[in-house]
């Protein structure tokens, strides 16, 4: 019977998908404008969220949503018709989203839609129907996430939200500018839309952009505070660090001049260090207090070990005004350790 309800749940999405439009045509109201960001607490790019999450848990026999926790008593008080609703699309997401990573088409697409990027979203009548269908999917989960959820999330992420307005409003301009200064570009299309949701992925926060460099930045209400501020500055570096621009480039430059190849996480390594140090300084002036930025809590984990002493000798450097981008980005890799290809 569990079956059954599935696909009749499936079967009236798909016959709904045709009549209706994939972000249901309602106008996204933000919780916070500032100059460089617009903040959202979105009630469907939130139950798309609670879907990819609770669909992986499905699929790996994890304790899930509604079945597990503070919500259950409510869930189970629910009509019939509302809870298979909620069970049909989560048992199409296990199938179909949730198992592809935050950067595949089937993630992408979803989001790009619920963000109102039209034109990246639609390139086909394939991803139009794709989107229609998983739109109707949500509209049947819909009613038990309202219902059991989504008025404590809510409140969640605009707790989140409010806890940044005051850090924006004092630092924001200062960490913007520092960032422009350090990644050599100025920030191409503002507002840098966010989103606040409770899960993201394992990273719980990533960042996508428009075709126009306009970047979507998901992020999760956890953590706030001051590792918060560094999560939302980080996400945002990424639009200034992109392949062809100047720090990539510097790094990549330099990687051909000394005939080395750069390992593939490098760049990364290099923008959680130059953005936690770029706000740390601005971080303990408000907290009063010191600060770690992220990256050094990946360091205590045991990953990307072999980069902190090198970061620390010749990247900081840069970062203090030492050297130039050039002069940081050959010392780098010259300080980088050889591959047995290498020695």
Not at 63 to 89: H, I, N, Q, V
Not at 139 to 146: G, L, T
Not at 256 to 261: E, H, L, M, P, Y
Not at 311 to 324: A, F, I, N
Request: charged share 20%; net charge neutral.
């Amino acid at each position: 019977m569990a079956g059954m309800c599935s696909l009749a749940v499936l079967f009236l999405a798909a016959f709904m998908g045709g009549t209706q439009g994939s972000a249901g045509g309602k106008e996204r109201v933000p919780a916070l404008k500032t100059p460089h960001f617009v903040i959202y607490s979105d009630f469907e790019t939130n139950l798309n969220d609670a879907l990819i999450s609770t669909g992986l848990a499905r699929k790996n026999k994890k304790p899930e949503l509604f079945l597990a926790g503070d919500d259950a008593a409510c869930f189970a008080k629910l009509a019939a018709s509302t809870r298979a609703g909620w069970d049909g699309a989560v048992d199409y997401y296990a199938k179909i989203v949730s198992p592809t990573n935050w950067d595949s088409r089937q993630q992408l697409l979803l989001r790009w839609d619920l963000a109102g990027y039209t034109a990246e979203a639609h390139p086909n009548a394939a991803a139009a129907e794709y989107l229609s269908v998983v739109a109707a999917i949500r509209a049947a989960a819909a009613p038990a996430y309202r219902a059991c959820r989504w008025a404590a999330q809510d409140a969640h992420n605009r707790r989140w939200i409010d806890d940044m307005k005051p850090r924006l409003a004092s630092d924001e301009a200062r960490v913007a500018a520092r960032l422009e200064q350090l990644y050599r570009k100025t920030w191409k299309t503002l507002p840098i839309l966010v989103d606040v949701v409770e899960t993201v992925n394992w990273s719980g926060a990533d960042t996508t952009w428009s075709d126009a460099g306009q970047g979507d930045i998901l992020i999760s209400s956890e953590p706030a505070g001051a590792a918060g501020f560094e999560t939302l500055f980080h996400e945002s570096s990424h639009v200034l660090m992109d392949r062809s621009d100047p720090v990539q480039k510097a790094l990549a430059d330099a990687a051909k001049a000394a005939n080395v190849k750069l390992p593939g996480d490098l760049w990364h390594v290099v923008l959680f260090y130059t953005t936690g140090q770029a706000v740390r300084p601005i971080l303990e002036a408000r907290e009063h207090a010191a600060y770690t930025p992220m990256l050094y809590s990946i360091f205590a984990r045991g990953s990307w070990t072999e980069y902190r002493d090198i970061l620390e000798r010749v990247w900081q450097p840069y970062v203090d005004g030492r050297q130039t981008l050039d002069q940081a980005a050959a010392a780098l890799v010259a300080a980088l350790p050889k591959t047995g290809a290498e020695r």
